[in-house]
């Protein structure tokens, strides 16, 4: 009979994985990959999209779309997961995320492309949290750690090659492949999911949550968008600003009030009765404010400073992707083979503070050698909390909360991610436009009232002492942001701290008649 996956099938520690095993983790390590992948590789294709589409006043609409709808999404397809099966959840998800690429790649003009790029969104927010929850139901916590390098070893990929994959798709093939592409992955990972993966089907006697759903999407989105247009499309006191706060806030409180008394809530305030699980709910939301924030800046110091070429900027994050790949597996192999993890994310948090701090002593004569030392620290420091904070996450709850722990981690890591870049974003643009006003007086200011950020084309038009003057400016704005990712990380290490060492549950090298220990509370 042909070998199959089922709900708890994964073997015990020394015992060989089932080929099927192998073939759904490839599987779902090939959909994380397209989840990763989109965005990296469409940011280098752009330029090119907006040469032949047009649509220049609305080109970050065709990321911001995308952002919103997956982070909308993320909860809902965590709960449909737990009300009626991982498996149908996470099938539609890969389905819709590929409808949107193909829609995306046949787009006629900007419009379009949005609105494609938002049903792509849809698919990818069920993407990631079906990985996570399928993961959670097929592999014991104390066996999960073996397969955190796989995990860390496809985002540094993604994050490596993004880049350089949309480059060389878009100089050869056009842009439109930059989304057709997908297409060939996600069969291949429908094909292998649907002949091997059986996990049990379930009816929920309960409707989907739909007013929750909607609060929910409301404050999420009303959120995201302050992040995203505050400080750049909008004033931060503007009055644009102030009504989306304000919904946002609203539709939040609302959606909390509400779901204390939903039949089935779309996220059930439960789970954050396990102290284990909302201190890495509060980690993950640090974790994605510093890495989303250090990958922003990092090649645009690289670039600006250092002359690094922009072609290569996924290569420059290497010293910290290779020393958070290096760091991921090493914790989750002590892991499974200890059960004990605290260390890592007091140890992660620590080293997180460490780099931001050496990052933010960069200035102009800083050498690659040095900041590429500092950044692997920052990788150091990511790769003990990246994947823990998931596992931790997941072991705080019960089994039938899987889905809902998986999107809830995930959100608060999204969410952290959007602040990250929009708070660090505003504190550089602040300080780049001050130190050029200061050094080269108003032709200075006036080179950078557009963005702050300036691409190799227009950096080298710049008079040499413009150009002087900007490089400054580039390393006074790096240095506030890093300093405050450094500050912020120290509430990662105040969070790491009060963390119960739970026994992992499931199969590992301890005692037969060892209890199973059931999801602590506060």
């Not at 290497?318 to 004990?340: D, F, H, K």
């Not at 780099?355 to 040095?370: F, I, K, P, V």
């Amino acid at each position: 009979m042909a070998d199959t996956v089922a709900a708890g099938a994964a073997p015990s520690d020394g015992v060989k994985q089932p080929r099927s095993v192998r073939v759904v983790l490839l599987a779902l390590m090939i959909a994380m990959m397209l989840a990763m992948l989109d965005n990296m590789i469409i940011g280098t294709a752009m330029p090119t999209i907006v040469g032949e589409l047009g649509g220049l006043e609305h080109l970050s609409w065709v990321v911001t779309a995308y952002t919103l709808a997956t982070a909308a999404s993320t909860p809902v397809w965590g709960k449909v997961g737990d009300m009626y099966g991982r498996k149908g959840a996470f099938i539609t998800s890969i389905v819709i995320f590929l409808i949107g690429s193909a829609l995306s790649g046949m787009a006629q003009d900007m419009g379009q492309l949005i609105a494609f790029r938002a049903v792509q969104g849809l698919g990818a927010g069920g993407l990631m949290v079906g990985v996570m929850a399928i993961i959670g139901d097929l592999i014991p916590p104390r066996e999960r750690g073996k397969y955190q390098g796989m995990m860390a070893a496809v985002m540094a990929l993604a994050m490596i090659g993004g880049p350089l994959v949309g480059g060389t798709i878009t100089d050869n093939w056009g842009w439109r492949w930059a989304f057709y592409t997908n297409l060939p992955l996600g069969v291949i990972a429908l094909a292998a999911i649907g002949a091997v993966l059986h996990l049990p089907r379930k009816q929920s006697q309960a409707g989907i949550d739909y007013l929750g759903v909607a609060l929910l999407t409301v404050g999420i989105t009303a959120i995201v968008l302050v992040t995203t247009w505050g400080g750049t499309e909008y004033a931060w006191t503007s009055t644009r600003i102030m009504e989306l706060t304000a919904l946002g806030v609203a539709s939040l409180v609302g959606f909390v009030f509400w779901q204390t008394r939903a039949a089935e809530p779309v996220v059930p305030l439960h789970i954050f009765r396990s102290r284990n699980f909302t201190l890495m709910s509060v980690i993950g939301f640090i974790v994605g404010f510093v890495m989303f924030g250090a990958t922003l800046f990092l090649p645009l110091y690289q670039q600006s400073v250092q002359g690094a070429s922009a072609t290569n900027s996924g290569l420059l994050l290497l010293p910290m992707l290779g020393a958070m790949l290096v760091t991921s597996m090493v914790a989750g192999r002590v892991t499974t083979n200890t059960g004990r993890y605290k260390v890592f994310p007091v140890a992660g948090s620590a080293l997180l503070i460490v780099g931001l701090y050496l990052l933010s002593t960069m200035d102009t004569g800083t050498s690659r050698l040095a900041s590429g030392v500092f950044m692997a620290v920052v990788g150091l420091g990511m790769g003990c909390l990246m994947q823990i904070t998931m596992l931790v996450a997941q072991n705080s709850v019960e089994l039938k909360d899987m889905g809902v722990a998986s999107s809830t981690t995930t959100l608060f890591r999204t969410l952290g991610s959007s602040f990250g870049v929009a708070v660090m974003g505003a504190l550089f643009n602040h300080r780049v436009q001050d130190v050029m006003a200061e050094r080269a007086g108003a032709p200075g200011s006036k080179v950078t009232e557009q963005s702050a950020q300036l691409d190799a084309a227009s950096l080298a038009k710049l008079p040499e002492a413009a150009r002087e003057a900007y490089q400054h400016a580039v390393s006074s704005g790096t240095h506030g942001a890093f300093l405050l990712g450094a500050v912020v990380a120290v509430l990662s290490l105040a969070a790491a701290v009060f963390v119960r060492e739970v026994p992992l549950k499931g199969a590992g090298p301890q005692r037969e008649d060892a209890p199973v220990a059931a999801p602590e509370t506060v």
